[in-house]
Nanobody
Framework: VQLQASGGGLVQAGGSLRLACTAS????????VAWFRQGIGNERAFVAG????????FYAESVRGRFTISRDDAKSTGYLEMNSLKPEDTAVYYC???????????????????WGQGTLVTVSS
């Protein structure tokens, strides 16, 4: 499956952005979907994830209450709504999706085989 991420850009602190991740086929509806990010000098880190079975959602503590992950399986698209953005949210954001990922592994980068190309989010102070 191929993933296409979009929606990044430049925003002022306190602003909002919505990222989208569109999959090339219908396996998306049975896939765990997650967003990771990588800032300059940092390793790629988990941001948010969504299970396909019960719709469970998971968040990194740093974004809880500000970011919301959602999905539209009919469109094979996942979203990351980002509000109250901070300069420390600046990073390249990657979406991932994999039907083999179980909930207990949702936060681990190595769990995912399929990745989008990354979209840059820059938050100015």
């Amino acid at each position: 499956v191929q993933l296409q991420a979009s929606g990044g850009g430049l925003v002022q602190a306190g602003g909002s952005l919505r990222l989208a991740c569109t999959a090339s086929d219908g396996t998306f509806r049975r896939s765990t979907v997650a967003w990771f990010r990588q800032g300059i000098g940092n390793e790629r880190a988990f941001v948010a994830g969504s299970g396909w079975n019960r719709g469970d959602t998971f968040y990194a503590e740093s974004v809880r209450g500000r970011f919301t992950i959602s999905r539209d399986d009919a469109k094979s698209t996942g979203y990351l709504e980002m509000n109250s953005l901070k300069p420390e949210d600046t990073a390249v954001y990657y979406c991932s999706a994999d039907a083999s990922v179980i909930i207990s592994s949702i936060r681990y980068e190595a769990s995912y085989e399929y990745w989008g190309q990354g979209t840059l989010v820059t938050v100015s102070s």
